[in-house]
């Protein structure tokens, strides 16, 4: 059985112990790979770590810094406490209010020091009227958060408009949070966001949730969480060797960027110099042992087997000027720990 062509990496340099070889094969980019990979890449399920994200909005609860407007109907001698002092001219001061303080509690005439640090108006208005209820019989409370202070979100990245964002009475979920800071730039990287909560980093792609069957708007942000959108830039493919635009060349929005797509933002192979039939894709994988893909783009599907098949961030792509020694030393450089020697078998096919 025919073995397949491989690069050998040599350990032990400066070692006196005798030299470790490991075999690096060099796959065909052929219909049965791009098969295998569609469906390693096809709708996953979601992880059970992301899926703890999604859930239903829960009431705004109140928490220091928050403002109340609390007004008790029919009782004007109430009305020099109902905390409506100078109109605020700034859009950071707190508006008239009964402020929430540190330790999440309100003064309120009647009711004396009541606490409110995580209740919701509701509960706040059963308080209250509980309290004056000794005073004043079956009394008619309305209770409103007049400024939203307490709690927070913080966007970054590649947003229109990176910073805090308050929560307020209308529930946070990521689409809103990205949509209120300016929504995503032209540059950003939809399957590269980041959402860090409670010290815990849960990345997210916009791409793989729809495909899995889930809205993105249904992952429901909570107070002090941070989401981060990545670059497209962090994520660029290396196009080398014999192309019109050698470059780097970014993924999509989405995240995705296929070979023959790469192959055109590089102005496709130098006519005069390429030699088509040698292009590789090289890719460090798990940092431990690179793979190595090879297609020859002089077949006639060359070209469809390219565009199906997908690159991942910071591949680098390579076509070869006639004979491996230019090969042999790029990878020698690419790969630091690699002492590439292609076999005669890559000879003598490639």
Do not use: C
């Amino acid at each position: 059985m025919e073995q397949p062509p491989t690069v050998t990496e040599t350990g032990g340099q400066y070692s006196k112990e005798p030299e470790q070889k490991v075999q690096i094969p060099i796959t065909d980019i052929n219909l049965a790979l791009i098969r295998q990979m569609n469906g390693q890449a096809g709708a996953q399920p979601l992880s059970p770590q992301l899926t703890s994200l999604f859930g239903k909005p829960s009431a705004y609860t109140v928490g220091p810094g928050d403002v109340l407007q609390i007004t008790v109907w029919d009782h004007p001698e109430l009305a020099a406490a109902l905390g409506q002092g100078a109109q605020n001219t700034r859009e950071s001061d707190a508006a008239p209010g009964f402020l929430v303080d540190e330790a999440g509690n309100i003064q309120f005439p009647y009711a004396g020091t009541v606490h409110v640090g995580g209740d919701n108006v509701e509960q706040v208005q059963r308080k209250i009227v509980s309290r004056i209820s000794k005073v004043y019989k079956s009394p008619e409370v309305t209770v409103r958060v007049a400024s939203f202070r307490s709690s927070q979100v913080y966007i970054d990245g590649e947003v229109g408009k990176p910073g805090s964002q308050q929560i307020n009475d209308i529930p946070m979920t990521l689409t809103q949070a990205i949509g209120r800071a300016g929504g995503f730039t032209a540059n950003a990287d939809q399957s590269q966001v980041s959402l860090v909560r409670d010290g815990v980093t849960y990345p997210i792609n916009f791409n793989a949730i729809v495909k899995a069957g889930r809205n993105p708007n249904d992952i429901v942000l909570r107070p002090g969480d941070m989401v981060r959108v990545g670059s497209r830039d962090e994520n660029g493919v290396y196009m080398m060797g014999e192309l019109n635009k050698p470059a780097t060349v970014m993924p999509l929005r989405n995240g995705k960027l296929t070979l023959a797509q790469a192959i055109s933002e590089a102005g496709s192979f130098n006519e005069n110099t390429a030699k088509a039939k040698s292009l590789f894709v090289i890719r460090d994988g798990d940092g431990v042992q690179p793979q190595i893909y090879h297609l020859d783009a002089t077949s006639p599907v060359s070209m469809v087997l390219a565009n199906q098949f997908q690159l991942q961030p910071r591949d680098v792509v390579y076509v070869d000027n006639g004979g491996l020694v230019k090969f042999n030393r790029v990878l020698n450089l690419l790969l630091p720990a690699v002492n590439a020697a292609l076999t005669g078998a890559l000879v003598s096919k490639y």
